[in-house]
DNA sequence: AAACAAGTAGACCGAGCTGTCTACATGCGC
DNA sequence: GCGCATGTAGACAGCTCGGTCTACTTGTTT
């Protein structure tokens, strides 16, 4: 396989369990099989690694988000897909995000305040382009296709909802079950419509 | 003043503001102007100094946020209390509270991801305080003071938009202004009633 | 005055960190 | 077969960290 690859895959996997300031690049290398030299060949420092573990999450969580939420056609179902995705992988129920430990981003967010940091940058950015995904997913429903106003509203909404849901689970380990009850979200939703 | 009382002032300060990994405890020293042996005559370790950081900023802020939403009489002004009180601390109108940098224990609880480690724990028992602070004052509106899971479930609710709203303004500098549109809030509160 | 608690200033230890460098092995193109 | 890119293994430098310890100062109690 290709080492610079692998070298992310297993970094990754551990900056998302134990952070980036708790991860010495030693054990990084000792879990990769990997000689110090050729980590330092393909990156050239270790925020230069985590920028490229962010890439890669960031792809690969929105391509798995985009394909839970796609063919919606009411924005309650996107809701309800939405909730029961992310649900499940608290849960551990989604082997491609690995085993829960609450969002990357906001995760690796809290460990560089400075606002104009790279890898704080790229953590907002990555926020970003999930609440577009979310605006485009519900501006494709019919009942909004022509209220790209009411769409933001609700995406930023249901960002805003399962932002809070995901830090709840990571730091008291306990789910927002109501946000999967489908009548909670059909008032929610009616209540915006 | 009292040395203990300042240093856990000095300290609560700086890591709220950069981080718990990221802040030595020489920094600290600096900026209390304390002697390091007189640190450790109070803290057996950076740990428990951390510990007591967080007891303090936990009292603080469940004081200041009973404080905002206390002699709200309907569920809705309880929402609006809350969220324009959020909003008002992201905007740095909230001096008691420092400097806005996100929650304090979302960000420290990031930093340890071992769920059983004293820190995470005390992250997490902040959090159910909060929330039964949530319930209670919801408990007491005339309109749910005898629907006891009413109360609890809109605690919930507004638990999950309130944590979202803070990650949302700590990674990505915005704030979700549609949570302090009365109509908003009146109809998501509405549904739920 | 003497004893003592509590503070300052900072050297120091052992450990861990990132990143460099040397020495050697392996596989592929020419 | 030879050159070269790419890999392994790990010693090493330079730094920072948490925490201990010594030496000295200050203020209060008895």
Redesign the interface.
């Known amino acids: 396989m290709d080492k610079r690859t692998h070298i992310i895959n297993t970094a990754l996997n551990t900056f998302y ?3 980036i ?2 991860v010495g690049i030693n054990e990084i290398l000792k879990q990769a099989n990997v000689a110090k030299k050729t980590l330092y060949n393909h990156f050239v420092s270790k925020d230069e690694l985590i920028c490229a573990c962010l890439e890669v999450r960031d792809q690969r969580f929105n391509r798995w988000l985009s394909n839970q939420i796609a063919d919606c056609a009411t924005p309650q179902q996107v809701a309800g897909a939405l909730f029961s995705a992310i649900a499940r992988w608290i849960d551990n129920k989604v082997p491609e995000l690995g085993d829960f ?3 990357f ?3 690796t ?5 400075e ?1 104009d940091h790279p890898i ?1 940058l790229q ?2 950015a990555h ?2 382009a999930v609440l577009e995904l979310l605006i485009n997913t519900l501006s494709q429903t019919t009942q909004l296709q022509h209220q790209p106003t009411k769409a933001t ?1 609700m995406a ?2 249901l ?7 995901i ?2 689970a ?4 306990t789910t ?1 079950h ?2 999967q009850n489908p009548e ?1 979200l059909a ?2 939703m ?3 419509a």
Request: proline share 4%; aromatic share 8%.
């Open positions: 369990q134990k952070g300031h708790s430990n609450g969002c981003f906001i995760n967010s809290a460990e560089y305040p606002p704080a953590c907002a926020k970003q509203q930023h909404l960002m805003t909802l399962k932002e809070g849901m830090c709840q990571r730091v008291t380990h927002n109501y946000l909670f008032q929610l009616d209540a915006q």
